[in-house]
DNA sequence: TGAAATTTAGAACAAATGTACTAAATTTGC
DNA sequence: GCAAATTTAGTACATTTGTTCTAAATTTCA
């Protein structure tokens, strides 16, 4: 492992440990036995290795997407949107401190914010095209209002960006079962929203 | 109005506007034209800032759920928990600085954290008890899980916590109907409980 | 009025942090 | 083997921040 991975690595553990505020270049350098004028040398500076880390995961959610895309596009339901789910919520918890710290991390790296604006515009139309097919295959109502469609979305992205923080501050649970929990809870935003057909594989899955 | 309460004012101004971390003493006061010698005379950091605010908030929401109880606690309706949402969340939007910086301030103020916690398991009775009421007057359904009251609170509790800080990245309408836009989602997260009835309540109450 | 209490301004200090710089050490490529 | 490039350690500096202290100013109240 090269040093810059080695850097990076170890701002991830300390970034999640202990908050982005608390973690500088210094601490970093200690921990890794080596002089902080030689990790500036590689990141000028913890915004760097925030940005960085925030593109390591944008990177692993991209190909997590794609694989499930390519796989089994012509067969989605439930079962898949529940295991993508379950896929992305695993890396978002990876690297969960961008997610506690989110609106701090925001206002304070225009790069992050704009890219992150983009993203979920790109996220929206991904849920659209998802929506699109669960109503061809019967599994959610197919005479879903725009302000339904709107309205669901708003929910899931929300609950997406947030449920990291709610589980720093209430979740009582076992930290293997978080994961599941939350993913859990995301598929019952779309309860309202689904057909009989749709409702009987809903509870086959969230029974199992 | 006295020193004291000029700073809090100025400070909550602050906050709000900058957030917690981009606001010290010092420039509180040169907002004030006082010295920041004075102003820690009064609060020592902004540590007690932030912490009376926050004990500020949760008066003025005590005040609001108390007068609401008070005064229809017979005829509880999804009209009264609309009315509820809006009053309640828009104290919070006064105070959204707290609520935006919820997980940083939550792991540095230990008085904040622990009370917190408290109110949570609070608010968790009263919104049983609000659900026992809707079950009494046919609006929401009666053979309600365990599974699923509990998954009902804990999005409810979840959105209530993050609905600001998901505003202030992405909600793009007027400033104005911001909390109404929110209260109304809120409203939405009911809707796999509700009985007939209640449906059409829940309807009409959107449609106005 | 006048003494005591409270409030205010300003200075001073230590600690932490980002940043830049120098020179030594190590690696790379020919 | 050796010159160039890269990496590393260590130092230094300006800034910011919380905190404390002193003395002056103001208010309170008997």
Same mark, same amino acid.
């Given at each position: 492992?090269?040093?810059?991975?080695?850097?990076?690595?170890?701002?991830?553990?300390?970034?999640?440990?202990?908050?982005?505020?608390?973690?500088?270049?210094?601490?970093?350098?200690?921990?890794?036995?080596?002089?902080?004028?030689?990790?500036?040398? *590689?990141?000028?500076?913890?915004? %760097?290795? +925030?940005?960085?880390? /925030?593109? &390591? #995961?944008?990177?692993?959610?991209?190909?997590?997407?794609?694989?499930?895309?390519?796989?089994?596009?012509?067969?989605?339901?439930?079962?898949?949107?529940?295991?993508?789910?379950?896929?992305?919520?695993?890396?978002?918890?990876?690297?969960?401190?961008?997610?506690?710290?989110?609106? *701090?991390?925001?206002?304070?790296? %225009?790069? +992050?914010?704009?890219? /992150?604006? &983009? #993203?979920?515009?790109?996220?929206?139309?991904?849920?659209?095209?998802?929506?699109?097919?669960?109503?061809?295959?019967?599994?959610?109502?197919?005479?879903?209002?725009?302000?339904?469609?709107?309205?669901?979305?708003?929910?899931?992205?929300?609950?997406?960006?947030?449920?990291?923080?709610?589980?720093?501050?209430?979740? %009582?649970?076992?930290?293997?079962?978080?994961?599941?929990?939350?993913?859990?809870?995301?598929?019952?935003?779309?309860?309202?929203?689904?057909?009989?057909?749709?409702?009987?594989?809903?509870?086959?899955?969230?029974?199992?």
């Amino acid at each position: 492992m090269g040093t810059k991975e080695k850097i990076l690595q170890k701002s991830l553990d300390l970034f999640n440990a202990n908050g982005t505020d608390a973690v500088t270049v210094r601490h970093i350098a200690a921990e890794l036995g080596m002089s902080h004028g030689n990790l500036c040398y *590689h990141f000028p500076s913890t915004d %760097a290795l +925030i940005q960085a880390l /925030y593109l &390591q #995961l944008v990177d692993k959610l991209d190909a997590a997407i794609l694989r499930g895309q390519t796989g089994q596009q012509t067969e989605m339901n439930l079962s898949f949107l529940y295991n993508m789910t379950l896929t992305t919520y695993d890396l978002l918890n990876q690297y969960r401190f961008l997610m506690l710290d989110f609106v *701090h991390i925001m206002r304070r790296i %225009a790069f +992050i914010r704009s890219h /992150y604006q &983009q #993203l979920t515009a790109a996220r929206r139309e991904q849920f659209l095209f998802l929506m699109y097919q669960l109503q061809q295959n019967g599994i959610i109502r197919s005479n879903l209002s725009e302000q339904e469609c709107n309205d669901w979305i708003a929910l899931a992205t929300l609950f997406g960006d947030f449920w990291l923080s709610n589980a720093a501050i209430l979740y %009582a649970g076992e930290e293997v079962d978080k994961v599941m929990y939350y993913a859990q809870l995301f598929m019952r935003l779309g309860l309202p929203y689904l057909t009989e057909h749709g409702l009987n594989e809903w509870k086959r899955i969230v029974n199992s």
